[in-house]
């Protein structure tokens, strides 16, 4: 049975950092492509950050995030992390990540919105808040 399984999550100060992490159980992580997701209050899900698989390495970046958001692998874990600093109350969001075989660009991947992701965790909240 696969399963993504995210941490990391919680409550930060406006300029602080957190490192969320994906973990796959059930599924060679390193040979697809895996996306972090956010959804904010009230907003659609969007891609925030996606990377193709380990043999290719690509990463793109949503432009509100770039500067701030780093998103690598583990693959000796099964995991991709997100390493986010200088938050702002608007990454606030539930973060969500999903795996998928690398089917175009990464841009493209990440812009293809979530529903068209093979396999998609439950989620860690992020709230950006003094």
């Known amino acids: 049975q696969v399963q993504l399984v995210e941490t990391g999550g919680g409550l930060v100060q406006p300029g602080g950092s957190l490192r969320l992490s994906c973990a796959a159980s059930g599924l060679p992580l390193n040979y697809y492509a895996v996306g972090w997701f956010r959804q904010a209050p009230g907003k659609e899900r969007e891609g925030v950050s996606c990377?193709?698989?380990?043999?290719?390495?690509?990463?793109y970046y949503e432009d509100s995030v770039k500067g701030r958001f780093t998103i690598s692998r583990v693959d000796a874990n099964h995991t991709v992390n997100l390493e986010m600093s200088s938050l702002k109350s608007e990454d606030t969001g539930v973060y969500y990540c999903?795996?998928?075989?690398?089917?175009?660009?990464?841009?493209?991947?990440?812009?293809?919105?979530?529903?068209?992701?093979?396999?998609r965790g439950q989620g860690t909240q992020v709230t950006v808040s003094s």
């Open positions: 990377i193709l698989s380990s043999s290719d390495g690509s990463t």
């Open positions: 999903a795996a998928t075989p690398p089917i175009t660009n990464v841009r493209n991947m990440c812009l293809m919105g979530w529903r068209g992701w093979s396999y």
